[in-house]
T-cell receptor, first 113, second 116 residues
Framework: SQKIEQNSEALNIQEGKTATLTCNYT??????LQWYRQDPGRGPVFLLLIRENEKEKRKERLKVTFDTTLKQSLFHITASQPADSATYLCALAGMDSSYKLIFGSGTRLLVRP | EAGVTQFPSHSVIEKGQTVTLRCDPI?????LYWYRRVMGKEIKFLLH????????ESGMPNNRFLAERTGGTYSTLKVQPAELEDSGVYFCASSLWRGTNTGELFFGEGSRLTVL
């Protein structure tokens, strides 16, 4: 069955450092991959989308890579700030059902001042 | 511009009772989705509307769940009768374009359902 793995352990880093979060998947060939941010008690907020034919996408301090051979996406936040502390969700979608996102369980990021 | 709004934010009911959750998508968004997260699990797809039509309801757990979107505007998700395992957070999302390849989903804050 399709499986998405995100590190369930919280990532704890110092302000100013680069945070790197991992999303691995098996038994799936996604056409698109999205990253969302979720704060406690709130809904997910879209951050970035990357297509299967794209290797890398950037938006301000955010960078996403997508390696379909390794079946892995890396999500980087450079010059991290305490305000970046949240849970980050990886979500995949295939061409046949591109509206049906399959979410990972998320990784909690804590940026210490 | 108002975002996706959901009501109620939290509902506590007894097993066997009925609950109706409401979602108002962003104005002009034809696509409306319901997702839910049960305790300790990932957010999972329930169904997708395009305007008033159900495009995919493959994620609906069973026939105790009924979703409607009369007139293609707001949507309701009714759970009748509610069971303990229905407890969780129900998220509604909307998008302007069909599919996730052309843009993001805009999520509401969620409706937390607790079944006792």
């Amino acid at each position: 069955s399709q499986k998405i793995e995100q590190n369930s352990e919280a990532l704890n880093i110092q302000e100013g450092k680069t945070a790197t979060l991992t999303c691995n998947y098996t038994n799936y060939s996604p056409a698109y991959l999205q990253w969302y941010r979720q704060d406690p008690g709130r809904g997910p907020v879209f951050l970035l989308l990357i297509r299967e034919n794209e290797k890398e996408k950037r938006k301000e301090r955010l960078k996403v890579t997508f390696d379909t051979t390794l079946k892995q996406s890396l999500f980087h936040i450079t010059a991290s700030q305490p305000a970046d502390s949240a849970t980050y969700l990886c979500a995949l979608a295939g061409m046949d059902s591109s509206y049906k996102l399959i979410f990972g369980s998320g990784t909690r990021l804590l940026v210490r001042p | 511009e108002a975002g996706v709004t959901q009501f109620p934010s939290h509902s506590v009911i007894e097993k066997g009772q009925t609950v109706t959750l409401r979602c108002d998508p962003i104005s002009g968004h034809d696509n409306l989705y319901w997702y839910r997260r049960v305790m300790g699990k990932e957010i999972k797809f329930l169904l997708h509307f395009v305007k008033e039509s159900k495009q995919d309801e493959s994620g609906m757990p069973n026939n105790r769940f009924l979703a409607e979107r009369t007139g293609g505007t707001y949507s309701t998700l009714k759970v009748q009768p509610a069971e303990l395992e229905d407890s969780g957070v129900y998220f509604c999302a909307s998008s302007l374009w069909r599919g996730t390849n052309t843009g993001e989903l805009f999520f509401g804050e969620g409706s937390r359902l607790t079944v006792l």
